[in-house]
């Protein structure tokens, strides 16, 4: 009994170090950070995108990728967002990247309200959580306090784990690099339950790939070559958050090899079925528990950084 009570206090400090390490709050991010300096930020941003959803529901997937392509690449620091020659935004992965305009308005809303203060770091990572909110998913509380970066570069896009040509066990390994475990990696490819893709993402898995629904591959080579380059990711449901995806990759109608191979290992595929055959308030609460930590990946804090006043560009 006594030797029990010891390895618990051994290990309790252990336990908790590795829950609060990768915390949001040991990277220095709180929730209501802003509750002082601009006590609206939150609901300005809420209502900004609320009117940008309702006229264009389509921009809600593109908004929720811009977020994800930031933080993967050197943290969630808005170095995405920056203009310029061989940034981040000019490299192949973020050439679909839509949105950018959209991060623009709210800054500008913000800026009017309480000047220098909001980081755009901060902007993406509101913005991710209100349009997964506004198409009738969870909503989560955003730790906040990012700061913006001041460097971005093209090359480091190759940081982005690819559609195609990946195995299960590269896509958990770039998860993992990012602090985010395989059950992450499941919950967050949930994502894809919004949005469209250009055919080029998946034109490799149509011609002979056992991975996908003969049925499926012969529908989707019917809509490519019909001149269109773009298909919905989660057939009647592009705009709305729900565990649709999960069904579909069940199904083998995943659209890319990075969908497909979610159920090639057994603990993937477990996560994955569960997904589709449970009720949505299970993913919702996962979706954002991974939201929050893909959230704080490489965030810049307290003097590190800058405040941008324009979200393009460095001060
Ligand atoms: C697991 C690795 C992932 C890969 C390989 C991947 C790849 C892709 C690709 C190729 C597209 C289509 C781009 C196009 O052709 O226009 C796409 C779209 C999208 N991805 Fe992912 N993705 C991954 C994970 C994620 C994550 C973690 C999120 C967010 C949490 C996300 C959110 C989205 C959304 C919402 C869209 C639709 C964008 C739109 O409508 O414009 N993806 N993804």
Redesign the pocket.
Known sequence: MASKGLVLVLLLPLALFSVFSGSAEAQGLSVGFYNTTCPDAETIVYDEMSGIIKNAP?L???L??L??HDCFVRGCDASILLNGSATEKTAIPNL????YGVIDRVKAKLEQACPGTVSCADILALV?RDVVTLTKGPSWPVPTGRRDGRVSIANETSQ????FG?SISN?TD??ACKGLSTKD?VV??G??T?????C???SNRLESDDTLDPAYAAKLRAKCKSGRT?VE?DPGS?TTFDTSYFEQVSKRRGL?T?DAVLLQDPQTRAYVQGYASGCSSEFFKDFGDS?VK?SSIGVLTGTEGEIRKLCFARN
């Open positions: 389509s809600a997937g593109a929720l990728r977020h994800f679909t990247v839509r949105g991710a982005l784990p690819p559609p990946i896509l770039v998860f990696l967050l490819s994502a894809h919004l949005g469209i893709s250009h080029s993402s998946f773009l990711m592009r890319f990075s939201m893909m």
